[in-house]
């Protein structure tokens, strides 16, 4: 829109609205314009060419120098959990050897424990079975030793053959059945004289035929219930010449 004005200030309006040059505006980064456009497109595309370059080669050094410093990392935590390891198996064999080594001295302890023990329940048994043999000779001893003076009678009826009939059968049931009962009858003439088995009631002189004092006669026989003498024999004894 114009305003009239009078004569050439009109027109020189138009001119200076018509030939007045436009500004370069063009903007550099569309590419469009004048020289100073490509000079700016230009630097772009060298910068665009060069850069990539260089950064390609620094982070390939950056990513082998990442990898070099996380392989010494991974190395370093590997020899950490070997020596880890290595410590955990010497301590569990050092373990393990204690261990054995207490068993081995607790069983050792445990089998002298047995071995004592054993030895002592034989030594218990043998006792007790002796005891018990005691107890039974001692019952056996009260209940015969009465007995031996009614064997002293039929020894008496023998030496002068009066044991016949019924007699001899009672005689023979008796003696057998103290002898079942282990009453050992002992003292012949000719034993060695034993002040232990023997009561000497006299002694009669010397005799050539014996070479230490010996039992010339016995007047009652003695009996004993295994080692236990129940009645020591009366003999009548003899010394050698």
């Known amino acids: 829109m114009t305003k009239r004005r009078p004569g050439g200030a009109e027109e020189a309006v138009e001119e200076t609205t018509s030939e ?95 071995q004592r023990l054993q030895a002592e329940y034989v030594n218990y048994k043998k006792r007790v079975d002796r005891d018990r043999e005691l107890v039974s000779q001692n019952a056996t001893y009260k209940v015969l030793a009465p007995i031996v003076e009614v064997l002293d009678t039929i020894d008496r009826a023998r030496e002068h053959d009066e044991v016949d009939g019924g007699f001899k059968a009672v005689a023979d049931q008796l003696e057998k059945i103290v002898t079942n009962l282990g009453l050992k009858k002992f003292g012949e003439p000719g034993d060695v004289f034993d002040p232990n088995r023997h ?16 039992v010339k006669l016995v007047a009652k026989a003695g009996y004993m219930i295994g080692d236990r003498v129940v009645r020591a024999a009366q003999v009548l004894v003899v010394d050698p010449e």
């Open 199 to 214: 009561e000497a009631l006299s002694h009669m002189g010397t005799d050539p035929e014996v070479e230490e004092t010996s």
């Open 20 to 114: 007045a040059p436009q500004p370069e505006t063009d903007n550099p980064s569309t590419g469009s314009g004048g020289p100073s456009g490509h000079r700016v497109e230009e630097s772009t595309e060298a910068v665009e060419v060069d850069a990539p370059e260089g950064d390609a080669s620094d982070s390939d050094d950056a990513a082998e120098e990442e990898a070099s410093v996380e392989e010494a990392e991974d190395e370093a935590d590997e020899a950490d959990v070997e020596e880890d390891v290595v410590i955990e198996d010497d301590s569990e064999v050092d373990f393990m050897g204690d261990a054995a080594d207490e068993v081995d001295k607790r069983v050792s302890e445990l089998t002298t424990d047995l």
